[in-house]
């Protein structure tokens, strides 16, 4: 197929067409040559060579001669072959004229022709490195890939992951979607470039995925590095094909460099790295990391990086893992012995309480045992100790009991809301370094917290009615023996009233 354009113009002339001189972009081929001499080919001879030409494209011809001009349009409806061949009667077939052919391509379901690779990749290294990106963008729009087709059965396929050079007639699947979004806002507040505002690429858009040992290779690794160090550093900025970039790790550099001294060699590295900062974990740990490494390898001309700078930082890595393990395990060890504690603290604000039960009516079954052993000593009988004097005394103890057990019920209710204070902070003093639900993990979900609480409050509940129980049987009793005494009393005035 790199015989297309000088079989197009030889229809019309003998010069032998210089293949160097046809130029190739993404959206044009092109030639311009002189001659001297002119002719015309039938529309069977024009017909046989631009069947070549891929549907989606269109040829166009121009035979200019001083201010004369024919044209030839495939894709004007209103022109056609006929015509082109009379309107170059125009044209002096022995004076020098030049002959104008270019194929005009257009993107169709994201494919585009490529009919002179080399002229083609010529043109791309011709671009500064901005233009680049503003050309690639172009014909990205609103679409996660591009495959150019290159119009020869013999050519080596090339591919990243969006974008693909394929043999004609090959049959490909489309390049997988990338969620470039993602991607991109995790680095509005990692790294800074004035790329990121305009585009939407990502490294894996130049990262060779199949090399072919041409010169695609090199082109799409050098964009393959650049961008990869857009995702890792803290600064970098694109002006034609200068590059001004800032890495602040365990040293700071600075640097403004041409795009063409950027060394290949070191793409697949700096991709590795973004891969490997970009895809799990926690992406601030590893940049932070990675700059830091980096920029103890890092060659600031060249953006050249040492072949083991990628292990150095997996390495530096685990290890900084491992201190996290060796803290997360202090950590969790810690909070299990807030959580002994914390069973402590609930054991105690129930000891407290069931001691104040057991204090109180050790004091008021000791007075009510005495007098009623007093009694029996001194008269043989215990029914007459209950006078009204000692039974509103045992009643008054009885009712200082009783305010006890209010004083230790509201004290406890108030120990329990302690306990939850003291459980709360427990759980929001490690919020900075624990994952909430991490916090919920080790807490068991808070099930022995609600387990503890629910057996002070049992508790509670259980010592309160055994309580309110013991005051009531002591107020019966000291009542049935206050009227037991009145009795004996009575008999014996009446008995005494008798006498007489």
Known sequence: MNNLIANIVQLFTSVTVDNSKIEENLTEVKLSTLCNDLSIPTEDEFSKVITEINNRDNINISIVQNNSTCNYVQEDT???FNDFVENCSIIQPTSEKEIIVSITKKKTNNFISIYYIDNFTNYINSLS?????LKINGIFVNNNFITFEVQNTSFSVFSTQTIKFIPKGSQTANSR???RVEKNNKIKNLCHCNLISKYQFIPDDF?????NNSELDTIFGHYALLYSAIYLFDIMQIDGSYIEYKLNGYKTISQKIDFSNI????YETYYDIYDWAYKDGNIIDKIGLARNIISLNLEKEN????????EAIKSGYKIY????????IEIRNKISDQLIELQNKADKIVENFVSDYKKTFLAVVSFFISVIVIRVVSKGDFTGGFSKEVTFLTIGFLAISLLIMFFARWEINKQIKRYEEFYNNLKSRHLDLLNEDDICRILNNDKDFNCNKKFIENKRCAYTILWVISIVILLIITLILFALNSCAIIKLIVCFITNI
């Not at 490195?129 to 990106?133: I, M, Q, S, T």
């Not at 990262?207 to 090399?211: E, F, L, M, R, S």
């Not at 893992?321 to 997360?328: D, F, G, H, V």
């Open 78 to 80: 209103d022109c056609n």
């Open 129 to 133: 490195c901005a233009g680049f990106f």
């Open 177 to 179: 979607e990338i969620n």
């Open 207 to 211: 990262y060779p995925t199949i090399k």
């Open 263 to 266: 060394d290949i060699h070191s």
């Open 303 to 310: 953006l050249k990086l040492s072949e083991t700078t990628f």
């Open 321 to 328: 893992q491992k201190e996290n393990i060796k803290q997360y």
